[in-house]
């Protein structure tokens, strides 16, 4: 089956640093790739929806400059957390979709933790 | 915004059969019905997906009612493994929007 990939698995870092996380398909071309962001005992927050090659669209309350998303190819999209905070800490997870299948498929996430 | 709802939890014992409903009232016709879960601190995993037939793969089976508005989602022999929180979401297709609600926590019982 098709895989994504995000790396880094976990990061710890300063605040006011910035954090870059990836996410790839390794066997698929991805048309289309969403950032989820999840607090612990909470559901998948859909934080933004990125095409390749064009601006991301941002779900209401998420911060476009703060978050910023790129989908440089097809099988990678990047997401920066500039400038994070404490309350940016949490489980970040990406996922890709292709038309030919019927299901999107998840990374594994990205714990991001700001001291 | 999610258009499902599902109870919170929900325990299973080992071995028997976990029925896992899920409230779908608002739906339009063309949005699929599709089933996640989460084990802890893990992306999610695709489990089965429907429009209005019923379906079957070597995971669950999923029913939805005639009306569309519910489904369950079916574990025919559950395994301590199974054990997650469950979501139902539904969408249009895959390239759209998916949006989480609660989920089901299930906890299976040895």
């Known amino acids: 089956g098709a895989v994504v990939s995000q790396h880094p698995s976990w990061v710890i870092c300063k605040s006011g640093t910035s954090v870059k996380i990836e996410c790839r398909s390794l066997?698929?071309?991805?048309?289309?790739m969403f950032w989820y962001r999840q607090f612990p005992k909470q559901s998948l927050m859909l934080m933004a929806t990125?095409?390749?090659?064009?601006?991301?669209?941002?779900e209401q309350g998420v911060e476009k400059d703060k978050f910023l998303i790129n989908h440089a190819s097809l099988t990678l999209s990047t997401l920066t957390v500039t400038s994070a905070h404490p309350e940016d800490s949490s489980f970040y997870i990406c996922?890709?979709?292709?038309?030919?299948?019927?299901?999107?498929?998840f990374g594994p996430g990205t714990r991001l933790t700001v001291l | 915004d999610a258009k499902t709802t599902q109870p919170p939890s929900m325990d299973c014992a080992e071995g028997r059969a976990a029925n896992l409903p899920c409230n779908h009232s608002?739906?339009?016709?063309?949005?699929?019905v599709y089933w996640y879960r989460q084990i802890h601190s893990q992306g999610p995993q695709y489990i089965i997906h429907?429009?209005?037939n019923n379906e079957t793969n070597e995971m669950a089976s999923l029913i939805i009612t005639e009306d569309r508005k519910s489904s369950t989602l079916i574990l025919p022999h559950a395994t301590l493994r199974d054990t997650a929180v469950y979501y139902c979401?539904?969408?249009?297709?895959?390239?759209?929007?998916?949006?989480f609600g609660t989920g089901t926590s299930l906890t299976v019982i040895p």
């Open positions: 996922s890709a979709s292709a038309g030919n299948y019927n299901e999107q498929f």
């Open positions: 066997d698929f071309q991805a048309t289309t």
């Open positions: 990125s095409n390749e090659g064009s601006k991301a669209t941002y």
């Open positions: 608002t739906i339009s016709g063309n949005e699929y």
């Open positions: 429907g429009l209005k």
């Open positions: 979401i539904v969408s249009v297709n895959t390239g759209n929007q998916f949006y």
